[in-house]
Structure formats: structure tokens, C-alpha cells
């Protein structure tokens, strides 16, 4: 079993930054893919951007043009982080880490709330 901890979530106003971070444990062989998700209210959850182990990132579009989200991992430490910085209030969502194996097993994490306030 695999077990994930999302910290770093919270409330901040327009502008400001927030930090998530992911960290994984439990009978990893081998990640293959780490990233963030997105749900906001009454919407679908929805691709923030991923990381693999080679460090290739993918943005979805609606945060692709916006330089101020970045996705980063420490493969030594199995974990993902989630840089946001210059936060709109559309950012506003339950955002939920996802780790794919190597053997395509896929888990989630509970999700941390990120509030931005306008």
C-alpha cells in the first residue's frame, strides 16, 4: 500500500504564494509519474500539471501561460511539490497530489484546500 500526505494548503489573499507539497511512503518499488489535480466547486477535477522521473513537466493549458506555477519532485525523497505564486481567485480548489508506479498502480492523496480570496 501506498500512502500520500499533501501539505501546504490554506488561505491567502490574490497574488499571494503557495508551496503544496506530496510526500509519498509506504511499498514504492518505483514512481513513475507524480502530479496535481484540482477540483473546484460544483466542477470536475481537473490536471494542474505532472512530473516524471526524468523530469519532464506537463502544464494543463488553463495554467500553462502563467509562469508562476511550477512543479518539481525529489525522486530520493519520493515527493512532488507544487509552486503557485501570483494565486487568482479562480486557483480557488481542493488540489490532490496523484502518484502512478511503475507497475500502474495509481493513488491519491486526501487533498488540501487552497482558498484564494480576492
Known amino acids: 500500500q501506498v500512502h500520500l500526505v499533501e501539505s501546504g494548503g490554506g488561505l491567502v489573499q490574490s497574488g499571494g504564494s503557495l508551496r503544496l507539497t506530496c510526500a509519498a511512503s509506504g511499498r514504492i518499488f518505483s514512481i513513475n509519474n507524480m502530479g496535481w489535480y484540482r477540483q473546484a466547486p460544483g466542477k470536475e477535477r481537473e490536471l494542474v500539471a505532472t512530473v516524471t522521473g526524468g523530469g519532464n513537466r506537463n502544464y494543463a493549458d488553463s495554467v500553462k501561460g502563467r509562469f508562476t506555477i511550477t512543479i518539481s519532485r525529489d525522486n530520493a525523497k519520493n515527493t512532488v511539490y507544487l509552486q503557485m505564486n501570483s494565486l487568482k481567485p479562480e486557483d480557488t480548489a481542493v488540489y490532490y497530489c496523484?502518484?502512478?508506479?511503475?507497475?500502474?498502480?495509481?493513488?491519491w492523496g486526501q487533498g488540501t484546500q487552497v482558498t484564494v480570496s480576492s
Open positions: 496523484r502518484v502512478v508506479l511503475t507497475t500502474a498502480s495509481t493513488y
